[in-house]
T-cell receptor, first 113, second 117 residues
Framework: AQSVTQLGSHVSVSEGALVLLRCNYS??????LFWYVQYPNQGLQLLLK??????LVKGINGFEAEFKKSETSFHLTKPSAHMSDAAEYFC???????????FGTGTRLTIIP | NAGVTQTPKFRVLKTGQSMTLLCAQD?????MYWYRQDPGMGLRLIHY???????AKGEVPDGYNVSRLKKQNFLLGLESAAPSQTSVYFC????????????????FGPGTRLTVL
């Protein structure tokens, strides 16, 4: 069984500040991990994914995430927030050859001008 | 290449009415999924399909039925709508046999906003 916990349903950061969105997972098998972004009134778009290769994963729009097995974490970061980053972000976990994803409850990111 | 499309985009129903949501994908994906999204609850899987003619229940299947008669289409039906089914519904697809991917990155449609009065 797999699960994901996203700490903080709402996060606010100032424009230009560091963005840190937290995700912790639980998995009985080696996990594959994903971050998705959802802009208002749109579907989900893949930001990045970890599939057991490099533990530091770079994604689109300057985001990256680091897989830390010892901490069962996959936190999402961006060095400098931009107004266009305002959206909802979802962490998700799957196992190899597992056709289903388990999503976290999401974190809404607000950027303060 | 349209990706994943959903029809309709918006719908308002009265309690007890029925409707069908259509999802179509043009990526030759094997797997398709229906989710509902409610505030504070993330995405919850309703039903999914791992191939034409096969379907399986997800986390919240009650009150919904699905069919996958063609590989590219996945239909979600509400036989007797209830206010608790007011939600945003997303379809997704994944896994191309040709690509041979082990990990199941899912591609999402734009969503259908359903209100049941």
């Amino acid at each position: 069984a797999q699960s994901v916990t996203q700490l903080g349903s709402h996060v606010s950061v100032s424009e230009g500040a560091l963005v840190l969105l937290r995700c912790n997972y639980s998995s009985s098998v080696p996990p594959y991990l994903f971050w998705y972004v959802q802009y208002p009134n749109q579907g989900l778009q893949l930001l990045l994914k970890y599939t057991s290769a490099a533990t530091l994963v770079k994604g689109i729009n300057g985001f990256e995430a680091e897989f830390k097995k010892s901490e069962t974490s996959f936190h999402l970061t961006k060095p400098s927030a931009h107004m266009s980053d305002a959206a909802e972000y979802f962490c998700a976990v799957s196992g190899a050859f597992n056709e289903k994803l388990t999503f976290g409850t999401g974190t809404r990111l607000t950027i303060i001008p | 290449n349209a990706g994943v499309t959903q029809t309709p985009k918006f719908r308002v129903l009265k309690t007890g009415q029925s409707m069908t949501l259509l999802c179509a994908q043009d990526m030759n994906h094997e797997y398709m999924y229906w989710y509902r999204q409610d505030p504070g609850m993330g995405l919850r899987l309703i039903h999914y399909s791992v191939g034409e003619g096969t379907t399986a229940k997800g986390e919240v299947p009650d009150g919904y039925n699905v069919s996958r008669l063609k590989k590219q289409n996945f239909l979600l039906g509400l036989e007797s709508a209830a206010p608790s089914q007011t939600s945003v519904y997303f379809c997704a697809s994944s896994y191309s046999r040709r690509a041979g991917k082990q990990f199941h990155e899912q591609f999402f449609g734009p969503g259908t906003r359903l209100t049941v009065l």
